[in-house]
């Protein structure tokens, strides 16, 4: 149930809801309905692209997991430095080396989005704006306190997610009664039929989310 906490939190990561609403507000802003729904159309395959590229990378995790290690018995593997040790044994080098790469960059862009994103919800929420130098050493606090105290940075980067995945819930349900008010949205209001599979998404999101709190002090 934690793992599955960490996969949602680290696929739908909620601040980056804010995020992608701040930078396509005003990229092209439609001067009737017609045209609003055209750019909706194009936000739509936008934002299905970027999840199912997430998506993807996180099952190729899971699918290289299970044919590497627990398909010859390495099922002790949980660290990232013991992941890289054995995908230099198993695999080569190179693979190692590979996996160390995108690890680092996938690192660069979760600082940096986290950035863009603490920017953007400080401006619209508390209309304050701290400079970017301030900015980044409050993004990059986290990780080097973990680091500096010898914490288990896999074990920390799973709980990270966690932390995600119960912040989903706050951006999905202001979403989910913004889309459904015709005031605001206009034309491109959602349908009944959207808004109620939507409800079920976010009521078993948070469902998820109340049961592992649940088990993790009571079970």
């Known amino acids: 149930m934690l ?3 960490g996969i949602l939190g680290a696929t739908v990561m909620p601040h980056v809801i804010y995020l992608h ?3 396509t507000q005003r990229r092209v802003v439609g001067k009737n309905d017609e045209e609003r729904r055209k750019i909706f159309r194009f936000e739509l395959v936008d934002v299905v ?3 199912a590229i997430a ?3 996180n099952a190729s995790m899971l699918i290289m997991a299970a044919a590497l290690f627990n398909a010859n018995g390495l099922t002790g593997v949980a660290d990232i430095d013991q992941a890289f040790d054995q995908l230099g044994t198993l695999v080569g080098d190179h693979s190692a080396i590979l996996f160390g790469v995108a690890l680092l960059a996938s690192g660069f862009s979760s600082s940096s989005v986290g950035t863009m994103s603490g920017q953007v919800i400080m401006q619209g929420f508390i ?3 701290i400079p970017l130098f301030l900015r980044r050493l409050i993004t990059m606090a986290p990780a080097l306190i973990v680091l500096a105290i010898g914490v288990n940075p896999s074990r920390s980067l799973v709980i990270s997610q966690v932390i995600l995945s119960f912040g989903i819930p706050f951006a999905l349900i202001p979403l989910l009664i913004f889309c459904r008010n015709r005031s605001i949205m206009g034309a491109l209001v959602n349908r009944g039929l ?3 599979v939507a409800t079920m998404v ?3 999101i948070v469902s998820l989310n109340v049961f592992l709190i649940y088990q993790t002090f009571f079970g």
Do not use: E, K, Y
């Open 49 to 51: 692209i970027a999840m």
């Open 3 to 5: 793992l599955a906490s």
């Open 202 to 204: 976010v009521a078993l």
């Open 21 to 23: 609403s701040a930078l």
């Open 55 to 57: 998506g993807t990378i």
């Open 194 to 196: 959207t808004t109620a």
């Open 127 to 129: 209309n304050r704006q």
